[in-house]
């Protein structure tokens, strides 16, 4: 059927990344990262393990495996979110609001996570933001407004935002 065929599309070829976790709350960080390898069932356990340890030390979380949800921050939920979203390497990352809950440090290093993912392993990253101040991370932009496209800009020069300055360009905003 048209659903079962989505179901395993999205589970082989995109990972999701949403402004809530929707981490599963009686599971550690390891457990929430690893549920996906093993219902797509093409790693053996013993891989599926290996796999979920490795991702949450790319995401900075190797100290926090046996965690459950409600004993980490938000921005380290967030991690746990993107190490879950990249567990069956998806061609693809649909990143809906993926900082509009965290606070301007966490903000920064979810940021770095996605801009190091999409330049190093090539996957390609589509966010949905309300913040203008993280363009500098994308290529592409598409404004749209009530809905509607409005324009799209490239941008030549990726670049990570520096927390300090960015704090001090805020700072003189307001």
């Known amino acids: 059927s048209s659903d079962r065929y989505l179901a395993t599309l999205r589970l082989q070829k995109i990972g999701f990344v949403f402004q809530t ?3 599963i709350s009686t599971m550690s960080a390891f457990e929430n990262v690893e549920l996906p390898m093993i219902i797509h069932g093409k790693l053996s356990r013993k891989e599926c393990k290996q796999r979920a340890i490795e991702l949450l030390e790319m995401v ?3 100290d926090r ?20 979203a990249l567990a069956n390497q998806p061609e ?3 990143l809906d ?19 190091d993912i999409n330049r190093a392993k090539q996957t390609t990253c589509l966010m949905v933001t309300h913040n203008p101040d ?12 009530d809905g509607k496209f409005q324009k799209q800009a490239i941008n030549t020069i990726q670049t990570k935002l520096e927390l300090d300055t960015y704090l001090a360009y805020i700072n003189e905003e307001y």
């Open 92 to 94: 693809i990352l649909l």
């Open 65 to 84: 495996l046996e965690h459950l949800p409600s004993e980490l921050s938000g921005g380290e939920q967030q991690r746990v979110t993107i190490a879950r």
């Open 134 to 145: 993280l363009e500098c991370y994308a290529d592409r932009i598409l404004y749209v407004k």
């Open 97 to 115: 609001e993926p900082t509009g809950d965290l606070d301007t440090k966490n903000t920064i290093e979810v940021m770095d996570i996605i801009y």
């Open 21 to 23: 976790f929707n981490l």
């Open 60 to 62: 900075g979380l190797g």
